[in-house]
């Protein structure tokens, strides 16, 4: 019998010391495996592996550490001083479960670069056209996709440092540069929130930068199938050419959840302000769509003072308040936004637009505004100007927008209740615009003086060569001159009907060709 208990228990722990030993071994030789991981990773991505120190930690815990890393694909497309991963020994040799206890990432560089007619240096060369790829075998083109499912996995912590993506438009001839210096996740794992706190940068050439610093707070489900963004909450310095930096903080939750994304809760606070959203993305991977809410409340003399725009503030106490909302969806290349209600300072509105994105783009409008009072606007001083700066000639500019009206078609309305300031006062105003193949049509009428005010634009610009040609024809009928004038002095009514052209885009060809009757 006891003979028996010592073959047994030879069994019970001599075969797992032994297997364990033999592990050991063959971890002993890290290199032996280097040839054979870089040629399975080049079979999986088309890209060549270079691992140039490759080093094993035995107990505890289980540890792989590799230093400089590169991988290429006809050049270099990305770098890595250092990564290592800790696996808790017990728990993979007692229950074969997959603990990771450290994942530690230090010192990667992509380089992505977009060339000409769509190529660019990420896509393998024998894969750069997917229809002429074989499916891997066992998985046709109809075949559903297996849920990603890491089973019991658990990681204490994630850290990755000095990270750095740049990507390079030869084609556009810019340079986006994004870095994470920081980004710490621990306690990653299936059915509890776990947090992430990370800090980066976003370079956009010389026009844009963007400091941002935060934390969050993520869930997940076995499989993948289920991603719960508690809270996710940034503070952003943003620096733009020639403005000042603007400071503000975003905060986001949200799931994701059967091919569905819904943000709950986007508010952005900003300097003078708040935006506040939700929407959901339906169908990412197949017709993608979104569909939501905003809405906007902001001091815009703060926001103007912020921007470094404060010499644009008119005197007086207008623009103290602006408040926007609607609803907005978008499928294909169209972004519709109903329910558009607002207020500037008592002035209140409402409308719809539509946005189609095409070879040339199409905006559709209608707005009605309530009435705008504008007598709070104080007029600003001015001085009378040297009699020698009357007899300048007036330097030459463009005065119609050649380039946008062949850029983009327009059908808009927006008609006015009324409006006041201190030296007008206009009731029904309206205002229509028709741009088609660079052909605008645009319209205006109101009821001012006790009279009313009509007339109608036409600009013709769709030659291909540079010849623009113009009409003007405007109405008055029943104005009050004395009202006017502002002066008592003279009385009576007054009726204007006036048909003008004029041929070319420049001041000077519009004076030189001007002609018509009034």
Do not use: C
Request: net charge negative; no cysteine.
């Amino acid at each position: 019998l006891m003979s028996r208990l010592i073959v047994i228990a030879t069994v019970v722990f001599g075969l797992p010391t032994l297997a364990v030993a033999a592990l050991l071994v063959l971890l002993a030789h890290p290199e032996t495996f280097q040839d054979e991981i870089a040629q399975g990773f080049e079979a999986a991505t088309g890209w060549q592996l270079n691992v140039e120190t490759m080093q094993w930690r035995y107990f505890p815990p289980v540890s792989l550490k590799l230093s400089r890393v590169s991988v290429e694909n006809e050049g270099p497309l990305a770098e890595l001083s250092e990564a290592s991963v800790d696996v808790a020994f017990w728990p993979l040799v007692l229950g074969g479960n997959l603990e990771l206890q450290g994942i530690v990432v230090d010192g990667l560089k992509l380089n992505l670069e977009s060339q000409a007619e769509g190529a660019n240096n990420w896509t393998p060369l024998d894969r750069a056209r997917p229809s002429a790829r074989l499916p891997p075998p066992g998985l046709d083109s109809t075949s559903e996709p297996t849920p990603f499912d890491l089973g019991n996995l658990r990681i204490a912590s994630v850290d990755i440092t000095n990270m750095i993506v740049v990507h390079t438009d030869a084609v556009a001839a810019t340079r986006t540069e994004a870095s994470v210096d920081q980004l710490r996740a621990v306690e990653i794992g299936y059915g509890a929130p776990f947090e992430i706190n990370f800090s980066g940068k976003l370079n956009h050439g010389d026009s844009l930068s963007l400091v941002t610093s935060g934390r969050a707070h993520l869930q997940l489900e076995p499989g993948l199938r289920r991603l719960e963004l508690n809270e996710l909450s940034l503070e952003n310095e943003l620096s733009l050419a020639d403005l000042p930096k603007v400071r503000s903080t975003l905060n986001l939750s949200g799931t994701y959840f059967a091919d569905q994304l819904k943000l709950n809760q986007i508010a952005l606070t900003v300097p003078g302000g708040r935006l506040e959203g939700s929407l959901v993305f339906a169908d990412l991977s197949t017709a993608p769509a979104l569909a939501g809410k905003w809405s906007a409340l902001l001091n815009p003399r703060k926001v103007l003072e912020a921007v470094g725009a404060a010499s644009a503030l008119p005197t007086g106490d207008a623009l103290q308040s602006f408040r926007l909302a609607s609803d907005f969806s978008a499928s294909g290349k169209e972004l519709q936004l109903t329910g558009i209600e607002g207020t500037l300072d008592d002035a209140a509105f409402n409308g719809t637009a539509t946005f189609t994105a095409g070879v040339v783009p199409e905006v559709r409008f209608e707005m009605d505004v309530g009435v705008l009072d504008l007598s709070a606007l104080s007029a600003t001083d001015s001085t009378p100007a040297d009699v020698a700066a009357s007899t300048t000639p007036i330097a030459d500019r463009k005065l119609i927008p050649v380039a946008l009206l062949r850029s983009l078609n327009a059908d808009g309305r927006v008609r006015i209740a009324g409006l006041r300031s201190a030296d007008l006062e206009a009731a029904n105003l309206d205002l229509a615009v028709i741009l088609r193949e660079a052909r605008l049509t645009a319209t205006f009428a109101a009821e001012a003086y006790g009279g009313t005010v009509d007339w109608q634009a036409k600009v013709n610009a769709s030659s291909a060569g540079l010849n623009v040609s113009s009409r003007l024809d405007a109405h008055a009928g029943g104005i009050d001159v004395a009202a006017l004038a502002a002066t008592q002095w003279i009385t009576g009514s007054l009726t204007l009907d006036s048909g003008l052209t004029s041929q070319g885009s420049m001041l000077s060809e519009i004076l030189a060709s001007i002609d018509g009757s009034s």
